[in-house]
């Protein structure tokens, strides 16, 4: 197979138009379980579409064109198994991708295809294509709430792995996560810093499945689960505030009062960290720069640059102590302190 870039410019510009085609496929086999239904070994088509009542030869050609891209894996005798990419989309694994499919091709779609909103005005385009918030969508859709949470939960633990390995955590002996929803960080962190206690910090609709994970994870006695609104407080005196993947979600006017919050709540020797896509300047290549279009879209927030942390934290009277970056470009780690 050629490379990519040793192919005519039109004919990559046509894979990369027509990618949601694939994103599409990937979607709906998600949503008919394929991965799941094939973790016991390999089926037919018609098995498949027995169980998932769906029509044979059309399961067929959507199953047969991710197997041209390596999701999926067709046998001579036309049989499907599953493949190391396409096991990412089963329910039961850790660092799930299927909820993120099922919410991104799902309620995050309608937004995305009226992006020229957000960019004639500069406001969110999925607030104009659904008439409310993505956070009052998911309180009024509780189902597409709790899975978006399992989008979250698989990010998570790619965060665990590659956040842990980058920051030495061993000094802290208490440890509040903002808007943690389930804990897997913070769980990460206490399972390697045997002495800490935690907090997890979110809203009531997600406490409430964080108390369950905590418990059923054997943490409910050294991580604690309250809830709240960090753009009203945040739980004070801890040695380290964590914030993976929550100031993207806001405006910078939004994100000042969240770490203004956060200031007031810290310690004099206290440390804030920030676990984000901290975008490179220049043209290199940066999934946080496609990212950023998502929060464009669907909450008005954004990715940022050092620079722009750095003038984010001034502002809410915090200092810029230093950044690591992990082996993901997606969870970089921002670390700040009191000025």
Do not use: W
């Given at each position: 197979m050629n490379d990519q870039h040793q192919l005519p410019p039109p004919v990559q510009m046509m894979q990369m138009i027509t990618g949601f085609w694939t994103s599409c496929c990937i979607y709906n086999a998600a949503k008919l379980n394929i991965a799941d239904l094939l973790a016991d070994g390999a089926k037919s088509?018609?098995?498949?579409?027995?169980?998932?009542?769906?029509?044979?030869?059309?399961?067929?050609?959507?199953l047969r064109a991710l197997a041209s891209t390596g999701i999926f894996a067709e046998s001579e005798n036309s049989e499907f198994t599953n493949t190391p990419l396409s096991e990412t989309l089963r329910d039961d694994i850790p660092g799930s991708m299927k909820a993120m499919a099922l919410a991104q091709l799902g309620d995050h779609y309608n937004a995305w295809g009226q992006l020229m909103y957000s960019i004639k005005t500069g406001g969110i385009s999925f607030d104009n294509a659904e008439g409310m918030s993505i956070w009052e969508y998911y309180e009024s859709h509780p189902d597409e709430g709790v899975n978006f949470m399992k989008a979250m939960t698989g990010l998570s633990a790619a965060s665990v792995m590659n956040v842990l390995p980058a920051y030495d955590f061993s000094g802290f002996k208490t440890i509040v996560d903002v808007g943690g929803g389930n804990g897997a960080l913070l769980v990460g962190i206490l399972d390697t810093v045997k002495n800490a206690t935690g907090i997890v910090y979110d809203q009531d609709y997600v406490i409430t499945e964080t108390k369950k994970v905590l418990s059923a994870k054997g943490f409910a006695s050294r991580c604690d689960a309250e809830s709240g609104d960090f753009f009203k407080s945040v739980p004070a005196g801890a040695d380290a505030y964590l914030m993976k993947m929550i100031l993207h979600d806001w405006n910078d006017e939004q994100c000042t009062t969240i770490l203004k919050n956060c200031n007031k709540a810290m310690n004099s020797g206290s440390k804030l960290l920030i676990i984000e896509a901290v975008i490179p300047e220049g043209n290199a290549p940066h999934p946080g720069k496609f990212l950023d279009i998502n929060m464009m879209a669907m909450t008005g927030g954004k990715e940022r640059t050092e620079k722009e942390f750095a003038g984010l934290l001034s502002g809410a009277g915090l200092k810029l102590s230093g950044v690591k970056h992990t082996h993901s470009p997606m969870f970089s780690i921002v670390e700040a302190v009191k000025a």
């Open positions: 088509v018609g098995q498949l579409a027995e169980i998932t009542h769906s029509d044979a030869p059309s399961l067929y050609r959507v």
